[in-house]
Nanobody
């Protein structure tokens, strides 16, 4: 019942910034945890960041900690991923996902709803 639409990807130079957005349909979205994942060419999908249903707790992969910030705006049914100090190794397709409950984890299997993905390319 939840549909997610991502946007904000693009091409940036190393050291630059991007903000990814994930707009959800359905009022139940506000109670679900949200995760951001990415998949580079030839690689498996990996966890990036997650935020609890209430927005009070966050967790980040070590590779992005200190550079990326996950947030959400319940009034707009939108989750965000602010990406600063981008590196070429951040290049990937980024996906947002929503769980079916308030619990957030690093496991893809926990998330019931997924966006279509948005491409992020960081040039050196």
């Amino acid at each position: 019942q939840v549909q997610l639409v991502e946007s904000g990807g693009g091409l940036v130079q190393a050291g630059g910034s991007l903000r990814l957005s994930c707009v959800a349909s359905g009022r139940t979205f506000s109670s679900y945890a949200v995760g951001w994942f990415r998949q580079a060419s030839g690689k498996e999908r990996e966890f990036v960041a997650a935020i609890s249903g209430g927005g009070g707790s966050t967790f980040y992969a070590d590779s992005v900690k200190g550079r990326f910030t996950i947030s959400r705006d319940h009034a707009k049914n939108t989750a965000y991923l602010q990406m600063n100090s981008l590196k070429p190794e951040d290049t990937a397709i980024y996906y947002c996902a929503a769980s079916g409950d308030s619990l957030y984890t690093v496991f893809t299997s926990h998330y019931a709803y997924w966006g279509q993905g948005t491409q992020v390319t960081v040039s050196s």
